[in-house]
């Protein structure tokens, strides 16, 4: 009897492994990237899109699926694709940054990324890694709980797409490519949209702001993505307050406020319930900004509609318009980013490392460097450029990844500091104090297993400012965060290792500094950057690479059979 009923059980056990099995779907995507002909601010210019849309295309895919996305690059020069938050366990050679996990798909020619999706649940995107391709090359990745989950609130009547973006009046390309050569600070955006739209604050677009039509009484869940170039943004929607439930692809403790605080990279999902005297309401997203830095202070605007009113058509009509915090209230920002709490659930638990046993600590910071005769157009004379722990980092012409596997040398060199080189006053009167960083090619190697925590200290080099840094292949715990300089001593008291939120790209606070803490579980070469854009472009990022675990099952697997090849430049 006790027999049979272990066997029925383990059988029932079986047939639950089974159908866990069977429900991991896979799904297969065409990306043919091409320059396409689009009309804003009352001209039109053509861009790099995917299959002829900005935004790109959206992809969907259920927890732990796994998505084939043939790309076919039909554009005019070279670029990879990443998936921004998309952990691929033991899969770097899908993971994108161009360089680093591999070189550019050359016009003509095609590859097929392997996103594999594990514990990710949320929203998260997709984006070129290849100079500033990604200002339109860009899309939602929407990942569902898996077949027979629910969400872990009451499910949406409906879902809808938010994402930001910037958008350059001149080519994205050119704009970049003259700031790196002539050393000075790249063109601010000439707008900023909502799903492709600038909105009616700007010329020529009254007729294409984006609507999202809603239903009196009915709650929506809007997936907001940041895909914005140099600028961390406010977000509201007038009358209208906002229940954030998700971020980076996993759930938090629900947050009701009537404004976010979104950095570039970030993603964060938000129940709106349409239940104000039905009408026409503006949502709008501008910069936030505290920094002696150019930027682009447009708002871009979109409407909700509720359903019962006729098509938005009568110019005297007075729409409510939220009020969003001014662009330099840092307290607003923090307001809003100190609320931050995963779940934690038994449904959604976390696992929070708490024996540390890889410590890096990371000064992060915009820089010079000299030019002869002072002939650059930065400060001085100087060119512009950023490091980590002073060392601003040089991309290779061969890619990291292939070279770490086969052991080719010469690609970069394993000596990414653990510590800054010199210890001052990192965020006081710093005056000139490694105000020219050193160049490399530098990686941090970390064995497999071990409980790593990263300590990001702004400085006061240059201009100060919030830094949005982004690690590949993970998503890490944002235990602590302070202003002023970080104390060994005293700053970890203020941890929080109960319910810190689990993200992958985090604002390293302006002149203060920023814990993550993650368990290094998944073998590869995963980049770690500023997703400011400009930022990254001037060097401040570095290569983690965590090296193969004692089996196959914690080895990087073996390579695609196509890689695209790297070339002599
Ligand atoms: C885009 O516009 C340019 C200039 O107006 C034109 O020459 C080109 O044919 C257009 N391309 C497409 C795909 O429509
Ligand atoms: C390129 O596309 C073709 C046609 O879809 C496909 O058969 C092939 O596998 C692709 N090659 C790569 C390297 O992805
Ligand atoms: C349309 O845009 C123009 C300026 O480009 C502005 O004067 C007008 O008020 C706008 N109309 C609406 C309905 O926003
Ligand atoms: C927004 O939420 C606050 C706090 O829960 C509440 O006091 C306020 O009435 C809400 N406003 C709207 C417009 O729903
Ligand atoms: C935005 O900046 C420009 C110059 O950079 C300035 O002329 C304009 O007044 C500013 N607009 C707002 C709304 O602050
Ligand atoms: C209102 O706009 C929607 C979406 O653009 C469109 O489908 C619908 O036909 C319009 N309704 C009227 C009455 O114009
Ligand atoms: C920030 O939060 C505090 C405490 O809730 C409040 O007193 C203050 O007004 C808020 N500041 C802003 C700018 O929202
Ligand atoms: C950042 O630190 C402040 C002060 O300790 C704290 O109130 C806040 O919750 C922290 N933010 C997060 C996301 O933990
Ligand atoms: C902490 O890690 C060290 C080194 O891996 C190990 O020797 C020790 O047993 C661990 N301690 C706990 C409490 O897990
Ligand atoms: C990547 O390497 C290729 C050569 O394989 C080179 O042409 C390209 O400029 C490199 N990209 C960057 C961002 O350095
Ligand atoms: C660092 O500089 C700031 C600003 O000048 C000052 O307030 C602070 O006391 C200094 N900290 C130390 C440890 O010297
Ligand atoms: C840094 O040094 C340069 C000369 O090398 C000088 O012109 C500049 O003013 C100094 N900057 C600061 C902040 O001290
Ligand atoms: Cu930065």
Redo the contacts with the bound molecule.
């Keep these: 009897m006790g027999f049979m009923k272990m066997g029925f059980v383990l059988g029932v056990l079986g047939l639950l492994l089974c159908m866990a099995a069977e429900s991991k779907n896979v799904h297969y995507y065409d990306f043919v990237l091409q320059e396409t002909n689009y009309t804003r601010l009352c001209s039109t210019k053509s861009i790099l899109t995917v299959n002829g849309s900005f935004p790109g295309p959206t992809i969907s895919v259920q927890k732990g699926d796994t998505a084939y996305v043939n790309v076919y690059n039909q554009g005019l020069y070279g670029l990879t694709i990443h998936w921004h938050g998309v952990k691929q366990p033991r899969n770097p050679w899908s993971d994108g940054p161009e360089n680093i996990t591999q070189c550019p798909i050359k016009p003509g020619t095609n590859f097929t990324y392997e996103v594999i999706f594990s514990d990710e649940e949320g929203t998260l995107w997709w984006h070129a890694h290849s100079d500033w391709t990604r200002a339109t090359v860009h899309g939602a990745i929407i990942v569902l709980p898996a077949l027979g989950d629910t969400y872990p609130f009451p499910t949406p009547y409906a879902q809808e797409t938010i994402i930001l973006a910037s958008w350059f009046k001149g080519d994205v390309m050119a704009i970049i490519e003259d700031a790196l050569a002539t050393g000075a600070d790249p063109n601010v955006s000439d707008a900023f949209t909502i799903n492709g739209q600038p909105g009616d604050l700007y010329q020529c677009s009254n007729e294409t702001t984006y609507r999202i039509a809603v239903t009196y009484g009915k709650t929506y869940l809007f997936r907001i993505i940041n895909a914005v170039m140099n600028e961390e943004h406010f977000f509201g929607i007038a009358e209208h307050n906002l229940t954030v439930v998700g971020m980076d692809g996993a759930y938090i403790k629900p947050i009701t406020t009537d404004y976010i605080m979104i950095t570039p990279g970030q993603t964060m999902d938000v129940l709106v319930t349409a239940k104000q005297t039905p009408g026409l309401y503006y949502i709008a997203s501008s910069a936030f900004v505290d920094a002696n830095a150019g930027f682009d202070n447009s708002t871009t605007t979109a409407i909700i509609q509720y359903s019962n009113i006729a098509n938005y058509t009568n110019t005297s009509l007075s729409i409510p318009f939220p009020t969003l ?1 001014d662009y330099n ?1 840092r ?2 920002a923090e ?1 809003f980013t100190s609320r931050l709490r995963s779940l934690a659930s038994q449904d959604h638990p976390i696992n929070v490392p708490k024996n540390i046993t890889e410590r890096l600590f990371i000064t992060v910071s915009v820089n010079q460097l000299a030019c002869p005769n002072a002939s650059c157009d930065g400060p001085d004379g100087n060119r512009l450029s950023a490091s980590l722990n002073n060392v601003s980092f040089v991309t290779p012409s061969t890619d990291i990844l292939l070279a770490y596997y086969r052991g080719i040398g010469g690609v970069f060199t394993k000596d990414f500091p653990d510590e800054p080189p010199y210890i001052f006053n990192f965020t006081g009167d710093v005056g000139n104090n490694t105000l020219y960083p050193s160049l490399g090619t530098k990686v941090k190697l970390i064995n497999y297993g071990e409980e790593v925590e990263i300590v990001y200290q702004g400085t006061n080099i240059m201009a100060a400012e919030n830094h949005p840094m982004h690690l590949h292949g993970f998503s890490f715990y944002l235990v602590g965060n302070g202003t002023g300089n970080f104390d060994q001593e005293t700053s970890p008291n203020s941890y929080n290792l109960d319910d810190p939120p689990q993200v992958n790209t985090i604002g390293v606070p302006k002149n203060g500094w920023a814990t993550i803490r993650f368990l290094a579980d998944n073998p590869g070469v995963w980049f770690m950057h500023c997703h400011l854009e400009r930022h990254a472009s001037w060097g401040m990022n570095t290569v983690i690479i965590v090296k193969n675990g004692p089996t196959e099952q914690t080895s990087i697997r073996p390579p695609p059979a196509y890689l695209p090849p790297c070339s002599k430049s």
Aim: proline content about 20%.
């Design positions: 915090p209230d307290e607003a307001n």
